[in-house]
T-cell receptor
């Protein structure tokens, strides 16, 4: 079956770095997405990886290892506004997104 | 970037009535649109996938006669919740993708919060 695993909740301190891990199993693979979702709002796109390696975009970076079925989202210089849920989603061979349950990130001052 | 709008943003209706939610891609052609439902503190649940000009493909457990989806043009899809009941109260989110663009990204609308009394 198809499955996405990510931690339910993480806590970090303002100004620090946090890494949110995601493992996936899908029928075929067409890329790994990370979305940010604030409470009561729709998800917003953060990153897309389809090749192995690290993609850096400002304070956020995303890593992919296809052989391991593993990705992580790295957030640097954490700000209070980064408190949100972070959704990992893998795209299968039918170009359908398989969603994780999301990781709720709590930032403390 | 690509923009997807949804209307209305929130709606309150009486039990037994029908509610229509519109999803529009404003600056690109959405060959495929997705409808999601999200209950509080839960992840997105895909309800159905619709391709322009064809019938929607519903996920297991989603009643196609209750959740009517129409994708008549490349910029508009509608979801109609028929005979709504309180258990249908949820956050409904659409997303759109242009399969001809070569990009796999789905662009999300802002969501519609439905409350059925």
């Amino acid at each position: 079956g198809q499955n996405i695993d990510q931690p339910t909740e993480m806590t970090a301190t303002e100004g620090a770095i946090v890494q949110i891990n995601c493992t996936y199993q899908t029928s075929g693979f067409n890329g790994l997405f990370w979305y940010q979702q604030h409470a009561g709002e729709a998800p917003t796109f953060l990153s897309y990886n389809v090749l192995d390696g690290l993609e850096e975009k400002g304070r956020f970076s995303s890593f992919l290892s296809r052989s391991k079925g593993y990705s992580y989202l790295l957030l640097k210089e954490l700000q209070m506004k980064d408190s949100a849920s972070y959704l990992c989603a893998a795209m299968d061979s039918n170009y359908q997104l398989i969603w994780g349950a999301g990781t709720k990130l709590i930032i403390k001052p | 970037g690509a923009v997807v709008s949804q209307h209305p943003s929130w709606v309150i209706c009486k039990s037994g009535t029908s509610v229509k939610i519109e999803c529009r891609s404003l600056d690109f052609q959405a060959t495929t649109m997705f409808w999601y439902r999200q209950f509080p503190k839960q992840s997105l649940m895909l309800m159905a996938t619709s391709n322009e000009g064809s019938k929607a493909t519903y996920e297991q457990g989603v009643e196609k006669d209750k959740f009517l989806i129409n994708h008549a043009s490349l910029t508009l899809s509608t979801l109609t919740v028929t005979s709504a009941h309180p258990e249908d109260s949820s956050f409904y989110i659409c997303s759109a993708r242009d399969v001809t663009s070569g990009y796999n990204e789905q662009f999300f609308g802002p969501g519609t919060r439905l409350t059925v009394l």
